[in-house]
């Protein structure tokens, strides 16, 4: 018996990984890409910036040991970690590129999270690498937002998976397994909270709004600290004190555009989380 065709939106990621050169990519597509892994715009953010690492269909790894990260890490250990440590690099690199465009766009730099869905309806493993927010239009589900929620438990750090080798191998084989039900449940069950306040909220739209209320208050606090920093460094020589501590010190990119809203709807979740 034959299998169907994949549906061409859940591949598309793995078409992208098979290219021999990922340059060939449109630039609205694709961010950065080195010999191992490329580096693709979400399509549907679900932060100010939100970006895709994706390893390269490479030997001895074919697309069936890439399909996502339970398959990956069925794989030898060692080839495993390689491949992670490759994303990990790429997702640095990228960090630092966010970085920029936040000094440049907002005048500071807030937290950026590197992490994997357990579970995805798209068909090659990707790495998200996202600004700590989810303050985004195209957030609009409670299926959504539970994906990302740093503390709720679905969305894997890599720096969480990466430690996994380092445990003892009973462990290890325990965390791999990746159980579906149990991942699926954390999608579902429990209040919508704040992941920054733990705050219960009642709907997606309240929840929405307390966000952008959130991220207002750390605009607002952000540029009272850099304004106190300018005023410190304003002082005329004349008026500093001969010593000076640390304490009193002062403290290409490519188009990483934050994200406009739209009522599209959403075929990848990055399109991980349908059905």
Known sequence: MTTAPSAPNLAIFRSYASKPNPITLPPSILLSHSETCLTVFDAFPKSIFHFL?????????????????????????????????????????????????????????????????????????????????????????????????????????????????????????????????????????????CWQCDRALESMPKLKAHLQDEFGKLTTREKAKSERKRKRTDVPVSSVRAVVTDDERPDKVARLTPSRGDDSSDPTVGADLLS
């Open 53 to 193: 690492v994706i390893p390269r269909i490479q030997p001895p790894l074919s697309a069936r040991h890439l399909t996502d990260l339970r398959s990956l890490l069925r794989c030898e250990k060692s080839t495993a970690k390689e491949v992670l440590m490759n994303l990990n690099e790429e997702a640095n690199n990228v960090k630092k590129m966010i970085e920029e465009e936040m000094m440049k766009l907002y005048k500071f730099k807030w937290e950026i999270w590197m992490g994997f869905h357990p579970i995805s309806s798209m068909e090659h493993l990707h790495l998200h690498v996202l600004s700590a927010d989810l303050y985004s239009p195209k957030m609009k589900t409670k299926k959504h937002y539970n994906s990302f929620d740093p503390s709720l438990g679905f969305f894997l750090h890599l720096k969480d998976v990466l430690s996994w080798f380092d445990a003892v191998p009973s462990y290890y084989q325990r965390m791999i397994k990746l159980d579906a039900s149990q991942y699926q449940l954390l999608l579902k069950d429990g209040d919508l909270c």
